[in-house]
């Protein structure tokens, strides 16, 4: 507020400044007027010559002034000098071009002896035509009377000043100080907090203004709060889960040291072997959902790659397991349907809903892998024909450690929670649904994993002219 207040003062001194002048100038302009019709009433035109009927004792009243100096004279019509002071200057010739009408009084600034000169004249006709003879009537008077009453201006008007903005500037500061009061109470209030505190701020004592401010602060608060509770039900989760096999772990290792027979030592050192299998793929798992969640959170740079090659690459490596589970793992080609993508995550989303369809189908079932381009979306599909799954467990399969009933101990629950991240890295939308007829009107067991991606177009691709037009290439 003090800069403003700053900037502002010299300009309202140099308004006041021309103010003054302009209204100290009026009634000396005024004195001057008179002075100058009490000269003119006084000329005769004798046969076109003029006369100044004047006293010597009227001419000494009308130059006499304690503070400045009076000149007069008056010249005829070729600027010559009939009376006065021979050395006041006469107008300038434009002006005198210009104002040179019958017994109006003008007003000039001049200079007579280096000193600053107000003048006020008349041009005076003998008759009323212009072509008559005239006389020229000029007063001046230098301005030190002016420029005293003006000074008593400025400084009546400024002096004040000095202790009216003082006293604006301590009002203005206790003004601001008072207004800011509640924020600084509201900032103690935050700094006070602890840490771990995300509890909403209580809008009880808090102003009208702050209110919105704070309710956008609360609803973040909220946002975190939740936040931090996923993530501690996550920690906790995944403790407990480690915790399963490693206790396990140990009771078989305590048994197997109490062991004598080597035929039973061999067994239990083949389930301890199965343990730590377990515990490292809950652990792998961990892994590869902490790394897709963080590559949600950072902007990724997804580049273009054909899904079906991909596809191809990642069945070939699960066809020894297909066979050991005597299960027909096909493949359907599609040839080249381009996404934006990130192959070591995509890598990891495919081979957990492989994982899923060999794992969840029995011995001599049937698991189809395939990439479908439809419209402005890339479509990859793994069907099985398992044990299939509710419209309940639907939904919920993607959640964190979410296992349908009845399952054998051995997944994590975390395979479709990593596919779900990975698919929201990719605009994606993953989903688990039960088959439904096939075309010969067969109901058809097991499930089919979908997961529907933006299809990207390279702009250089060469489209068939009709998709050009709508597309607005051409
Ligand atoms: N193809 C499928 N057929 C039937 N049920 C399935 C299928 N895929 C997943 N499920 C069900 O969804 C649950 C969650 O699957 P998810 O892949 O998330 O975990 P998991 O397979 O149990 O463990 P993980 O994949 O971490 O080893 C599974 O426990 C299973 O009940
Ligand atoms: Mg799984």
């Given amino acids: 507020m003090l800069a403003p207040l700053l900037f502002v003062w010299p300009?309202?001194?140099?308004?006041?400044?021309?103010?003054?002048n302009s209204v100290a100038s009026f009634p000396y302009d005024q004195s001057l007027r008179e002075h100058v019709s009490a000269i003119s009433r006084q000329i005769a035109?004798?046969?076109?010559?003029?006369?100044?009927?004047?006293?010597?004792?009227?001419?000494?009243?009308?130059?006499?002034?304690?503070?400045?100096?009076?000149?007069?004279?008056?010249?005829?019509?070729?600027?010559?000098?009939?009376?006065?002071?021979p050395e006041?200057?006469?107008?300038?010739?434009?002006?005198?071009?210009?104002?040179?009408?019958?017994?109006?009084?003008?007003?000039r600034d001049d200079e007579y002896r280096g000193q600053a000169l107000r003048v006020a004249y008349m041009y005076l006709f003998a008759g009323d035509d212009l072509a008559e003879p005239w006389v020229l009537i000029e007063v001046g008077e230098t301005t030190e009377k002016r420029s005293q009453l003006a000074n008593k201006i400025i400084a009546s008007v400024i002096l004040p000043q000095f202790v009216i903005i003082p006293l604006a500037v301590v009002l203005v500061w206790f003004g601001l100080s008072q207004g800011l009061r509640p924020l600084t109470r509201l900032r103690n209030r935050i700094e006070a907090r602890r840490e771990a505190d995300l509890s909403p701020i209580s809008l009880g004592r808090v102003p009208e203004e702050l209110r919105p401010l704070t309710e956008a602060f609360n609803s973040m608060l909220a946002r975190m709060q939740h936040n931090v509770d996923a993530q501690r039900r996550f920690i906790a989760n995944a403790a407990h889960q480690m915790r399963t096999p490693l206790?396990?772990?140990?009771t078989q290792a305590q048994l197997a040291m109490r062991e004598r027979d080597p035929a039973e030592l061999r067994h239990a050192l083949r389930q301890i072997l199965t343990g730590v299998d377990r515990a490292s793929h809950l652990v792998d798992q961990l892994l590869a959902l902490a790394r897709a969640e963080a590559s949600g959170h950072s902007p990724q740079t997804l580049l273009p790659l054909d899904l079906d090659q991909l596809l191809r690459?990642?069945?070939?490596?699960?066809?020894?397991?297909?066979?050991?589970?005597?299960?027909?793992?096909?493949?359907?080609?599609?040839?080249?349907?381009?996404?934006?993508?990130?192959?070591f995550l995509l890598r990891e989303m495919i081979n957990n809903l492989l994982d899923n369809a060999l794992r969840y189908t029995p011995a001599g079932g049937r698991v189809t892998a395939r990439v479908v381009a439809q419209g402005d979306f890339a479509l990859l599909e793994v069907e099985d024909s398992g044990s299939g799954i509710s419209d309940d467990d639907s939904h919920k399969v993607f959640d964190r450690f979410y296992r349908a009933d009845g399952r054998s101990g051995e997944g994590s629950g975390l395979g479709l929670a990593i596919v779900r991240e990975i698919a929201e890295v990719h605009q994606a939308a993953a989903s688990l649904r039960p088959n439904t007829v096939d075309a010969s009107g067969q109901e058809q067991p097991g499930c089919t994993a979908r997961i529907v991606f933006p299809l990207h177009r390279a702009p250089s691709a060469r489209l068939p002219l009709s998709e050009a037009v709508q597309s607005g290439f051409a």
Avoid at 11 to 20: D, E, K, L, R
Avoid at 88 to 107: Q, R, W, Y
Avoid at 247 to 250: D, E, R, W
Wanted: avoid cysteine; proline fraction near 7%; hydrophobic fraction near 45%.
């Fill in 88 to 107: 006041l200057p006469p107008p300038p010739l434009a002006d005198s071009v210009v104002n040179k009408e019958h017994g109006e009084i003008h007003f």
């Fill in 313 to 343: 690459e990642i069945v070939e490596t699960w066809v020894v397991r297909a066979l050991e589970k005597r299960i027909d793992l096909g493949y359907e080609p599609a040839g080249t349907v381009s996404i934006l993508g990130n192959t």
């Fill in 11 to 20: 300009i309202s001194i140099a308004f006041t400044h021309y103010f003054a």
């Fill in 247 to 250: 206790t396990g772990l140990k």
């Fill in 45 to 85: 035109f004798e046969k076109g010559v003029p006369h100044l009927a004047l006293p010597g004792m009227a001419q000494v009243f009308l130059r006499s002034d304690e503070i400045d100096n009076v000149y007069f004279h008056l010249l005829d019509g070729k600027f010559e000098l009939i009376a006065g002071d």
